[in-house]
Nanobody, 128 residues
Framework: EVQLVESGGGLVQAGGSLRLSCAAS????????IGWFRQAPGKEREGVSC????????YYADSVKGRFTISRDNAKNTVYLQMNSLRPEDTAVYYC?????????????????????WGKGTLVTVSS
């Protein structure tokens, strides 16, 4: 059974930092893209960042480029999202997700239906 377990969310002041973790288990394939979507109240789910296990290619949404960094610890099967210079508009539930295609296309297109697996989400709240 595939499981994605997120952690690291919380309340932080604007300008602060948080690191999200997504521990993955149960995969039978080692070729996929894993990353993060987020959903703010009243808004659609949007792709934030992902990393491909095939070639290590990373993707960042324009709204987080230069502030967020995605990384992967293969030994721990864990993906991290380091979030710096947080802004109130980053407030959302952040979901870890896996796209079996191994590409960033679904993350770029905010195509949540392209994901095969989802975590339960972790709440990030940035106060002004």
């Amino acid at each position: 059974e595939v499981q994605l377990v997120e952690s690291g969310g919380g309340l932080v002041q604007a300008g602060g930092s948080l690191r999200l973790s997504c521990a993955a288990s149960g995969f039978t394939s080692d070729r996929y893209a894993i990353g993060w979507f987020r959903q703010a109240p009243g808004k659609e789910r949007e792709g934030v960042s992902c990393i491909s296990t095939i070639d290590g290619h990373t993707y960042y949404a324009d709204s987080v480029k230069g502030r967020f960094t995605i990384s992967r610890d293969n030994a721990k099967n864990t993906v991290y999202l380091q979030m710096n210079s947080l802004r109130p508009e980053d407030t959302a539930v952040y979901y870890c997700a896996v796209d079996p295609s191994g590409t960033s296309w679904s993350f770029r297109a905010n195509y949540a239906s392209g994901m095969d697996y989802w975590g339960k989400g972790t709440l990030v709240t940035v106060s002004s």
